[in-house]
T-cell receptor, first 111, second 113 residues
Framework: GQQLNQSPQSMFIQEGEDVSMNCTSSSIFNTWLWYKQEPGEGPVLLIA?????ELTSNGRLTAQFGITRKDSFLNISASIPSDVGIYFCAGQDSGTYKYIFGTGTRLKVLA | DSGVTQTPKHLITATGQRVTLRCSPRSGDLSVYWYQQSLDQGLQFLIQYYNGEERAKGNILERFSAQQFPDLHSELNLSSLELGDSALYFC????????????FGDGTRLSIL
C-alpha cells in the first residue's frame, strides 16, 4: 500500500544528543501526526499538526508541518534512554482523507 | 492508557481457520479504524467505520471483513487464514473520523501455525 518516505530508517545515538527525523510525501496532506511505538504496545500519539508551517512542541519533542504540506519533521532534544522506540509519522491525504503511515524510524539511545 | 481496548491480546490458530478480533473505542469516539502491522513493517490501513457505517477502505483482503455495532464496538473477521496473515492487528478510534488524531489500542498479535 501507499506509504510515506520516512528517514532515517534507524538511528543509534548517545544519550544527551538531539535527534531529527522527517517524512516526505508526493501528496498534499491536511494533517500530520507523530506517534511513538514501544515493543508490545500500540502507537501513542506525540504531536498533531493541522496547518502548514505550524510548529508544535511537547516537552523535548518539536514537530513542524512543512510549508509545502508535503513534509514534516520531528526533533527530540537531549535524548534519554526511554526515548527508545519506533517513531511513525502519519499524514492525512487531502484527496482521499485517508491516513497514511510512514515506515518508521527506529531509535536506539546508548547510555 | 489510550482508552481503546482490544481483545484478545494474543491469538494462535492454524491455516484455513477463521478468527474474530474485537475493539472497543474510547468513550465518545464514533470512528474506528483497523490496521495490520507485519513484522518490522509500518501500519497498513485496512478499513474505517464511522457510527456504524463503512467510511473508507484500504488494502483489506476479501477474506477479511469488519463491522461496527450500534454500541460502537467493532469486530474484524479474518477467514481462510494463511501463514502470511500473521501480524499485529491494531484498532484505533477518533472522535469523528475527520482530521482528529487516532488513538490506538495495544493490538492483537495473530500467529498462524
Amino acid at each position: 500500500g501507499q506509504q510515506l518516505n520516512q528517514s532515517p530508517q534507524s538511528m543509534f545515538i548517545q544519550e544527551g544528543e538531539d535527534v531529527s527525523m522527517n517524512c516526505t510525501s508526493s501528496s498534499i496532506f491536511n494533517t500530520w501526526l507523530w506517534y511513538k511505538q514501544e515493543p508490545g504496545e500500540g502507537p501513542v500519539l506525540l504531536i498533531a499538526l493541522y496547518k502548514a508551517g505550524e510548529l508544535t512542541s511537547n516537552g523535548r519533542l518539536t514537530a513542524q508541518f512543512g510549508i509545502t504540506r508535503k513534509d514534516s519533521f520531528l526533533n527530540i532534544s537531549a535524548s534519554i534512554p526511554s526515548d527508545v522506540g519506533i517513531y511513525f509519522c502519519a499524514g492525512q491525504d487531502s484527496g482521499t482523507y485517508k491516513y497514511i503511515f510512514g515506515t518508521g524510524t527506529r531509535l536506539k539511545v546508548l547510555a | 492508557d489510550s482508552g481503546v481496548t482490544q481483545t484478545p491480546k494474543h491469538l494462535i490458530t492454524a491455516t484455513g481457520q477463521r478468527v474474530t478480533l474485537r475493539c472497543s473505542p474510547r468513550s465518545g469516539d464514533l470512528s474506528v479504524y483497523w490496521y495490520q502491522q507485519s513484522l518490522d513493517q509500518g501500519l497498513q490501513f485496512l478499513i474505517q467505520y464511522y457510527n456504524g457505517e463503512e467510511r473508507a477502505k484500504g488494502n483489506i483482503l476479501e477474506r477479511f471483513s469488519a463491522q461496527q455495532f450500534p454500541d460502537l464496538h467493532s469486530e474484524l473477521n479474518l477467514s481462510s487464514l494463511e501463514l502470511g496473515d500473521s501480524a499485529l492487528y491494531f484498532c484505533a478510534s477518533s472522535v469523528q473520523g475527520g482530521n482528529q488524531p487516532q488513538h490506538f489500542g495495544d493490538g492483537t498479535r495473530l500467529s498462524i501455525l
